[in-house]
């Protein structure tokens, strides 16, 4: 098949530049969804349940969704790997994740490694040589990727016994080919703490604000092309992401010991403005999302979700209605390896569109309980 030449070419490319400007906030600017990658979720099991994980995540994702989490984990070494594919299998997404603990088995240390990326994206501006004729072997590709890297600290507190907390460190790396790259530094907070059968957790993410600094380095023949279409070049900048709170309460329910019932509601407060969710002010935003598990004998689960809850209008007659997504899954764990798969586009009660999602989880050498502290 022919490739598609001409003025469509010039506009991909066009249409590619102005995405990168998008990116390109002013001076040490505030913008609303910064790092926006790293709030997708990671895990099937955290899918299914919309994100409602801050209070009883225990396993190597709570390194991702709250870090205190990491000190219930009960193996020597469990990992987790992930693959979803997003807008037609257009962006890829991929998160891995491993936790070890300490010499004393009472700390943990975990990485986690997230990365959402468009890759082979034509970069056609060499297509027509100087004489005017088409070479296609001019044609380059260029990925866009945004990586994150967490470092997880997590431990019981010893005269607390059902206290815990963790800390990320984070850094972030995000590259549009050649042209622009950003740098980037945070820090998490969580905590757990247990009540008997109730759950309670919080989550502080980019808790002193998360800096990324963006360079650019375009080629003149690429600045000709910016300017030609009306558009100012970027210049190095800082976009700060600011903090981020999870509230979460979760509740155990055991059924003659062989069934077991989790429900759990988060509360997400954003303080970078009004966003387009149930609870918002000038201030700050919350966010609702519930999640729920049960399964049978630790071994078959099955869960449900309810998220995304948005403000929006009616495409027919401009009245305002909200939208909501819900999400399913499925679980099966044996010993130490455990399978979960999550669907998170159900119906038309929500504009976004997800993918299945499979998640692998796999721990090795389960320590006993008494070598827990515990």
Not at 92 to 108: C, E, H, L, N
Not at 231 to 244: D, H, Q, V, Y
């Amino acid at each position: 098949m022919k490739p598609i030449t001409g003025p469509f070419t010039t506009g991909l490319l066009i249409c590619s530049l102005l995405l990168l400007l998008s990116l390109a906030p002013a001076n040490a600017q505030v913008r609303k969804y910064s790092n926006e990658f790293l709030s997708i979720g990671v895990g099937a099991r955290g899918m299914a349940m919309s994100g409602a994980q801050v209070a009883s995540v225990n396993d190597v994702t709570a390194g991702y969704w709250n870090p205190a989490g990491l000190a219930q984990v009960k193996y020597n070494f469990q990992g987790s790997f992930m693959h979803a594919e997003y807008f037609a299998g257009i962006a890829k997404y991929d998160y891995g994740a491993i936790v070890i603990p300490m010499k004393d088995k009472k700390r943990f240390l975990g990485v986690s490694l997230v990365r959402f990326a468009v890759d082979d994206i034509p970069n056609t501006i060499n297509l027509f040589e100087a004489d005017g004729t088409i070479n296609y072997d001019n044609i380059r590709s260029f990925s866009v990727g945004d990586y994150g890297t967490f470092i997880s600290y997590a431990q019981s507190i010893p005269k607390l016994k059902n206290l815990r907390v963790g800390g990320n460190a984070k850094i972030i790396y995000r590259k549009a080919g050649d042209f622009a790259t950003a740098w980037g530094f945070g820090l998490d907070l969580g905590a757990q703490y247990d009540i008997k059968k109730l759950k309670l957790g919080l989550m502080a993410r980019d808790i002193t604000s998360t800096f990324n600094a963006w360079s650019f380095n375009f080629t003149d023949e690429e600045k000709e092309v910016l300017v030609a279409t009306g558009n100012s070049l970027p210049s190095s900048s800082l976009e700060i992401t600011t903090p981020k709170f999870i509230f979460g309460a979760a509740y155990e329910i055991s059924i003659k010991d062989k069934f077991h019932i989790l429900p759990e509601l988060n509360f997400e407060m954003t303080t970078d403005g009004k966003r387009n969710v149930p609870i918002r002010t000038n201030t700050v935003s919350i966010d609702p999302r519930f999640g729920l598990e049960m399964n049978y004998v630790n071994i078959v689960y099955v869960r449900f979700g309810v998220g995304n809850i948005q403000r929006a209008t009616d495409d027919i007659d401009g009245s305002p209605i909200v939208t909501w997504q819900p999400n399913l899954g499925v679980g099966l764990r044996i010993k130490g390896v455990g399978i979960d798969y999550a669907f998170t586009d159900i119906g038309n009660q929500s504009d976004a569109l997800y993918s299945h999602v499979f998640s692998l989880n796999v721990g090795i050498n389960k320590r006993q309980e008494k070598a827990q502290g515990n």
